[in-house]
């Protein structure tokens, strides 16, 4: 009778991801259902759980489901004895339904912000406003601010990388509410995680780990790269899953949080920007960076470099643009540089005599 009930909650789980796989819900129902209700309480709730826990929740599981399935395949194949082709299918649907779970889990707590409607549908977006002229100017403009907001940066100080700069939350916040959040984040602690050694190797700056919405960063960021890592992350847990989204939500709250954050996000922006020029544009936009920028860049360049380990590299984030593409976002990783488009197509960057425009949905 046991053995009956586990294998029909292993069919009905391996079911149940099959259909919700194939038959999404619309945008309009994820909206108005997950997003707007599920979700932020969902999230408030287990953030709260795993901040009182020093240790990355996420990295137990992944143990957890690593030992599970050892367990699994060495009692299943020992109980089947001369049956062996009989034992590797039973232990091949037992792990089918390990990843059924664990699929619906990731789902439920967090994957379906992918099929939210993206910021560029919510927000009036002209898409005549993304010219390779402006783009340029953009990159110039974030130039500038890098050059300008340099020294005031420096000398305020970047957060430690596990630190919660209140400026940062209150600012993420605001933003959070000129876009419609029911109720604002519970912001994630920053943690390190057992995947820090893969982190530097394939290049990975920080993660929103979906399982119990905590906020994974890398030790080695240096300091002008806190802000905007740390608000790209939270972010993400405030449910803008494509990373365009996140990119433009994080570099808004960074420009209202100080010193510190806003030269952090110019000094992103501006190499964001920059990628997307013609290479004698590029060189020529380049040639008005100032020293300082100048040697942060390279700085966070030989981070990167120094750590990395090119055959992880690539599996990565080939890896990554194919469960991005599979939850719906078209461009994969190049998601990351469309945060250009979309604050041109908003013109979300417009300053006026009070400073930076609210967004309006």
């Known amino acids: 009778m046991r053995k009956s009930a586990t294998r029909i909650f292993q069919l009905l789980a391996i079911g149940a991801a099959v259909l919700v796989a194939l038959f999404r819900p619309g945008r309009l129902t994820v909206e108005d259902v ?120 420096h000398a305020a100080g970047f957060p430690a990388v596990d630190a919660m700069p209140q400026p940062l939350i209150t600012a993420l916040q605001e933003v959070e509410r000129e876009l419609g959040r029911p109720r604002t984040t519970v912001i994630a602690r920053p943690k390190y995680s057992m995947l820090t050694p893969f982190f530097r190797a394939g290049s990975v700056s920080g993660m929103c780990a979906p399982f119990f919405l905590e906020t994974l960063v890398n030790p080695d960021l240096t300091g002008p790269e806190r802000p905007y890592v740390l608000a790209h992350e939270w972010a993400h847990l405030s449910g803008y899953a494509p990373e365009d989204d996140a990119s433009f939500v994080g570099l808004l709250a960074v420009l209202r949080a100080g010193p510190a954050a806003e030269y952090s996000g110019w000094l992103e922006l501006a190499f964001t ?81 009070s400073g930076h425009q609210a967004i309006k949905p």
Do not use: C
């Not at 194949?77 to 034992?87: D, N, Q, S």
């Not at 977006?125 to 010219?131: E, G």
């Not at 100017?137 to 500038?144: G, M, N």
């Not at 908003?346 to 006026?352: H, M, Q, W």
């Open 34 to 153: 997950y997003a707007q209700r599920w979700y932020p309480l969902l999230q408030a709730n287990l953030t709260s759980v795993s901040n009182q826990l020093p240790l990355a929740l996420f990295d137990v599981a992944l143990v957890v489901v690593i030992l599970l399935v050892i367990a699994t395949w060495v009692i299943t194949l020992k109980r089947a004895k001369k049956k062996r082709l009989r034992g590797i299918g039973q232990a091949l649907v037992s792990t089918l339904a390990i990843a059924a779970v664990i699929y619906l889990w990731f789902l439920a707590a967090w994957g379906f912000n992918y099929a939210r409607q993206p910021l560029e549908a919510r927000l009036p977006y002209d898409a005549s406003r993304v010219t390779p002229a402006a783009v340029r100017a953009l990159a110039e403009h974030a130039v500038r601010e890098a050059n300008r907001t340099h020294a005031a940066g």
């Open 273 to 353: 920007a920059i990628s997307q020029l013609q290479p004698v544009t590029q060189r020529l936009v380049l040639e008005n960076l100032a020293e300082g920028p100048r040697r942060d860049q390279q700085a966070i360049y030989d981070r990167v470099v120094g750590s990395r380990v090119e055959l992880v590299d690539r599996a990565a984030w080939k890896t990554y643009d194919h469960m991005l593409k599979s939850q719906g976002v078209e461009a994969g990783v190049q998601s990351y540089s469309r945060v250009v488009q979309l604050l041109l197509g908003t013109n979300a960057l417009a300053i006026g005599p």
